[in-house]
C-alpha cells in the first residue's frame, strides 16, 4: 500500500512557475513508478507525466513538454512538478500517483493522491 499526499497548488499568473510535490509513505514507496494526471474543468482526467522508480526515464505529454519536469528523490520519498510557463489551459486539478514497476510509464496507476487544484488566470 502506497499513500500519496499532494502539496503546492495554487493561483497564479500566465507565464508564472509553480511546483508541487507529492509525498510517498508505505512500505514501497521507493521502488514504485510515480506519475502526475490533471483534470481539467469540465474535462477527463489526462495524464501529464511520470517518472521511473529509479529516476532516470520520465514521459511528458506533447503540451508540456520544455515547460514541466519531473524529479524524484527517494531518499525522502518525494516526487516533484516543476511548471513552467504556465497557461490558462493548465488549469486543473492536479493529482499524484503511483504503481508497481512496469515496462511502460504509461500503464495503469494503482495508488492516488486527493489533489491539489492549479488555477492559471490570462
Known amino acids: 500500500q502506497v499513500r500519496l499526499v499532494e502539496s503546492g497548488g495554487g493561483s497564479v499568473e500566465a507565464g508564472d512557475s509553480l511546483t508541487l510535490s507529492c509525498a510517498a509513505s508505505?512500505?514501497?514507496?521507493?521502488?514504485?513508478?510515480m506519475g502526475w494526471f490533471r483534470r481539467p474543468p469540465g474535462k477527463e482526467r489526462e495524464f501529464v507525466g511520470a517518472i521511473r522508480w529509479t529516476g532516470d526515464g520520465t514521459y511528458y505529454r506533447d503540451s508540456v513538454k520544455g515547460r514541466f519536469t519531473i524529479s524524484r528523490d527517494n531518499a525522502k520519498n518525494t516526487v516533484y512538478l516543476q511548471m513552467n510557463s504556465l497557461r490558462p489551459e493548465d488549469t486543473a486539478v492536479y493529482y499524484c500517483a503511483a504503481k508497481t514497476r512496469s515496462l511502460r510509464l504509461t500503464d495503469p496507476y494503482t495508488y492516488w493522491g486527493q489533489g491539489t487544484q492549479v488555477t492559471v488566470s490570462s
Open positions: 508505505g512500505r514501497t514507496a521507493g521502488s514504485v513508478d
